[in-house]
């Protein structure tokens, strides 16, 4: 089990206490004592030791002897004391004496404390070379269940056991990589059969998702389920950062299961299915929604706007014109946006071609792209951060 412990703290400021900090801690850690060339509390061997329980980049160490005594107060020299290290203390430094017997914890990002888990993945077993849970083959097998970016692993045995304490020759535990154990290293003896969950932004685990997109069919040359596309296509209906994607047949139907070669299933990319990958066959048809960050799915949302009309050059509804024109009314970082016709017809269904449609740019429409037609007169309006809206001022002019 990953054992995390936040731990507060107050900033003092001017002799008075200005608010409450927390610190992602781990553990205290003892797994080695004096009794042979010293005490070696080593960052390599703990994430080795201790998988899941030790983030890979720790930010701070603290060192105790095991009765709680801090290091500065032992009179030891001591040989290493560094969070990306670790700590080690060898009793040939000591003149003599040997070294005390120490404890460590370490300080690891915020991310690392995460209360963001995955399921129990199991997708090896070590019948043939091994077992390997690695996370390039768990993203493309579980889609949409396991974050491209995980901040900590955990693995157990099928039936519970922590894989510190099976024996096996561990060759990767890494929340980045994933877990490997190769048969042959056990000398003679065959790997146990492990399972895996990952730790990830809390981001990933957001229940922010976009409804299911359905903009291709593999009548062509397979089904393309492009962010970029759908950004396009689906104006204001997803975010530009997805943490997350999920996959199914229009039938619903994951799409691991299909026995389809995908060719690209990517939070940030999107989803694409080749029907020249597929030996002859032919692409399902496939359907795909997003997990975006929770500010996307806030409900903050402007006033719509309609500051230009298509007369002139075309309809121009920027976001640097829109601040400058409707101080206090638009926040500077939206995170959605949505455009309709002033009589209310989605973007989308305009026949237009839409120039610019992007939550940080604005919205432009350009007549010269329209074939000898005209932009039509579009209004919008912005999602933005709830602290937008729980801070924002209306103004009113001023009677002339």
């Not at 020249?276 to 960050?293: M, N, S």
Request: charged share 20%; net charge negative.
């Amino acid at each position: 089990m990953i054992i995390n412990v936040f731990v507060a703290c107050v900033v003092l400021v001017s002799g008075f206490l200005r608010g409450t900090c927390l610190k992602c801690t781990t553990q205290w850690f003892d797994r080695d004592d004096p009794s042979g060339n010293g005490d070696y509390e080593v960052v390599s061997n703990l994430l080795n030791e201790y998988p899941g329980l030790l983030c890979t980049n720790p930010t701070g160490i603290e060192v105790q002897t095991v009765s709680g005594q801090p290091a500065s107060q032992t009179g030891n020299i001591i040989q290493t004391n560094d969070a990306t290290l670790g700590f080690a203390c060898v009793n040939a430094d000591q003149k003599g004496k040997q070294c005390v017997d120490y404890k460590v914890r370490f300080t690891c990002p915020d991310t690392f404390c995460s209360k963001c888990t995955t399921q129990w993945f199991d997708r090896d077993d070590p019948s043939g070379n091994g077992d390997y849970e690695v996370v390039s083959n768990l993203l493309n097998e579980y889609p949409g269940l396991l974050c491209t970016n995980p901040t900590g692993i955990e693995v157990q045995t099928v039936s519970g056991q922590p894989a510190s304490q099976t024996g096996n020759i561990i060759q990767t535990n890494d929340a980045t990589l994933g877990f490997a154990c190769v048969n042959a290293d056990q000398k003679g003896k065959q790997c146990v059969d492990y399972k895996v969950r990952f730790t990830c932004p809390d981001t990933f685990c957001s229940k922010c998702t976009t409804q299911w997109f359905d903009r291709d069919d593999p009548s062509g040359n397979g089904d393309y389920e492009v962010v970029s596309n759908l950004l396009n296509e689906y104006p204001g209906l997803l975010c530009t950062n997805p943490t997350g994607i999920e996959v199914q047949t229009v039938s619903g139907q994951p799409a691991s299961q299909t026995g389809n070669i995908i060719q690209t299933n990517d939070a940030t990319l999107g989803f694409a299915c080749v029907n020249a990958d597929q030996k002859g066959k032919q692409c399902v048809d496939y359907k795909v929604r997003f997990t975006c960050p929770d500010t996307f799915c806030s409900k903050c949302t402007t006033q719509w706007f309609d500051r230009d009309d298509p007369s002139g050059n075309g309809d121009y509804e920027v976001v640097s014109n829109l601040l400058n024109e409707y101080p206090g009314l638009l926040c500077t970082n939206p995170t959605g946006i949505e455009v309709q016709t002033v009589s209310g017809q989605p973007a989308s269904q305009t026949g237009n071609i839409i120039q610019t449609n992007d939550a940080t740019l604005g919205f432009a429409c350009v007549n010269a792209d329209q074939k000898g037609k005209q932009c039509v007169d579009y209004k919008v309006r912005f999602t933005c951060p709830d602290t937008f809206c729980s801070r924002m001022i209306h103004y009113k002019a001023l009677p002339v």
